[in-house]
């Protein structure tokens, strides 16, 4: 079976485990996951840099679900940590780039990402990576994942599916984009969002080959 640290051709990927990651969030329902995603990699020590694209849409909806006021100090408002004094930088290591910027540094094959996440990912953000339309930063990346055989992770969110959206997980996920649904497990009992929705990031995490020390193990 493949390994994450392989590409589809079973070439070994670089870096195993990934040290700079791609993380885009688009206007789909499940802020909450992103944050945790965020609050993971920022605090571990084997990912060392983070380019983190956020859709217009997205700023809509975490508006709505994390009550976020605009793009200000974007990062620190997703960590949470946007009031706290002692943060005047939100994050060394997760950089912002405009998803309206072409020419940014992930748009290129040439620089070396090792791996992306899209969280939330939206029906559209599916439909324009799985029909290759990359006119924003967010499905450019996407695009140059596959082409240069990168993993790719879409936590696609939307209820119920109509047949385009499946059809575009199906393309997708035949051009090596792996499809993870924003679909949650229950049987480690989560007492709150806040651990359902960490539990998730960290099973992505793994996926990438990033587990995370405090993940729940089923014991049967
Ligand atoms: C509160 C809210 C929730 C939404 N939830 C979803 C969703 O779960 N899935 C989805 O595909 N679109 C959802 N949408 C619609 C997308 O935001 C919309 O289609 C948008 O154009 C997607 O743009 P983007 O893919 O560039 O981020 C939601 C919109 C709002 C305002």
Redesign the pocket.
């Known amino acids: 079976m493949l390994q994450i640290h392989q590409n589809v051709d079973g070439e070994f990927l670089p870096n195993h485990p990934p040290q700079n990651l791609i993380v885009a969030?688009?206007?789909?329902?499940?802020s909450i996951f992103l944050r945790h995603l965020l609050l993971a990699v920022e605090s571990d020590e084997r990912v060392q840099t983070v380019n983190f694209i956020?859709?217009?849409?997205?700023l809509?909806?975490m508006a709505?679900?994390l009550g976020l006021k605009g793009r200000s100090n974007l990062v620190g408002q997703i960590l949470g940590t946007a009031s706290k004094k002692s943060s005047s930088r939100s994050s060394a290591k997760i950089q912002i780039q405009s998803?309206a910027d072409i020419g940014a540094n992930v748009a290129s094959g040439s620089y070396l990402a090792d791996a992306m996440v899209v969280i939330?990912?939206?029906?559209?953000?599916?439909?324009?990576i799985a029909n290759g339309v990359a006119s924003?930063l967010?499905e450019r990346a996407a695009d140059v994942s596959l082409k240069e055989k990168r993993p790719l992770v879409l936590c696609?969110?939307?209820?119920p599916l109509n047949k385009i959206?499946i059809r575009n997980m199906y393309r997708a996920a035949d051009a090596g984009a792996t499809i993870f649904p924003?679909i949650p497990a229950f049987y480690y009992r989560p007492a709150s969002l806040d651990e359902l929705a960490r539990e998730f990031a960290c099973r992505v995490l793994a996926h990438l080959g990033l587990p995370q020390a405090h993940a729940f193990h089923w014991k049967p």
């Open positions: 969030t688009t206007g789909a329902s499940g956020a859709s217009d849409s997205a809509r909806v709505e679900e998803n939330p990912c939206s029906v559209g953000t599916l439909a324009r924003h967010i696609v969110r939307e209820t959206h924003l």
